[in-house]
């Protein structure tokens, strides 16, 4: 059974989440603050982790800071607030998604099944290894180097560049890249791809401008770009 930890420290908004959560056949533990979740992820180990920033005690990015040193589980963050730092600030630290309150419980449940799905869509090619002028994918470990460096992306940073490089010389819409890396069709705007696309090219420095923005479409990574 997929096992979920809900970290808010309104228990009306755990409540909601757990209730919605084990209609769709999930395991549901809960935390009240932080300092409970990162205890919690030291004794158990979850499929995904629903934590709230806000909070008394530790805040959700603190808490998602110290999770993220020893363990890689999906991360769906809520919000009162929506503004582009938080969410930002959010990827940056590795969180899968971004939710902002109020929510649909149905939406937030769709998410959940998205992230879970997450890892279909970065499936590796035949080759274990994408090299090309000093950028490296290596598939099997999940390590990607930039002349000889490793960069440390986020799993969503990885799974777009994967899907890029696997679509090179394509077009591709920015529908069809949340489709693919998402799992699922956007709520919203679509800023949260283009801002997981302004993170990537900062964290593959140089070779960022292989990744070809084209205005009114989407994206395309482009080896003729170099």
Not at 69 to 83: D, F, H, V, Y
Not at 132 to 139: A, K, M, Q, R, S
Not at 140 to 154: M, P, Q, S, Y
Request: hydrophobic fraction near 40%; charge should be negative; charged fraction near 30%.
């Amino acid at each position: 059974m997929t096992k979920i930890l809900v970290v808010d420290d309104e228990q009306r908004i755990r409540e909601i989440i757990k209730k919605y959560a084990e209609f769709e056949g999930y395991e549901v533990k809960e935390a009240a603050n932080g300092i409970e979740a990162i205890n919690k992820t030291k004794n158990e180990d979850f499929d995904i982790i629903i934590m709230d920033v806000m909070m008394p005690e530790l805040d959700g990015f603190s808490a998602c800071r110290v999770i993220r040193k020893t363990k890689n589980t999906p991360i769906i963050m809520l919000s009162a607030r929506g503004e582009e730092y938080d969410k930002i600030n959010g990827f940056e630290l590795g969180v899968d998604d971004y939710v902002v309150k109020p929510f649909s419980p149905k939406e937030l449940m769709l998410r959940i099944a998205a992230v879970l799905k997450r890892g279909a869509a970065a499936a590796a090619p035949e080759a274990d290894i994408y090299s090309f002028d000093g950028l490296e994918i290596n598939y099997t470990a999940r390590i990607v180097t930039t002349d000889g460096t490793r960069a440390e992306l986020t799993p969503k940073e990885y799974e777009l560049l994967c899907y890029l490089v696997a679509n090179k010389g394509r077009a591709l819409t920015r529908e069809t890249l949340i489709s693919k890396v998402w799992g699922y069709d956007f709520f919203g705007d679509d800023r949260t791809l283009d801002t997981h696309i302004k993170l990537l090219r900062k964290d593959i420095g140089r070779h960022g401008k292989l990744i070809v923005t084209l205005r009114g479409v989407g994206y395309r990574f482009d080896e003729i770009a170099v």
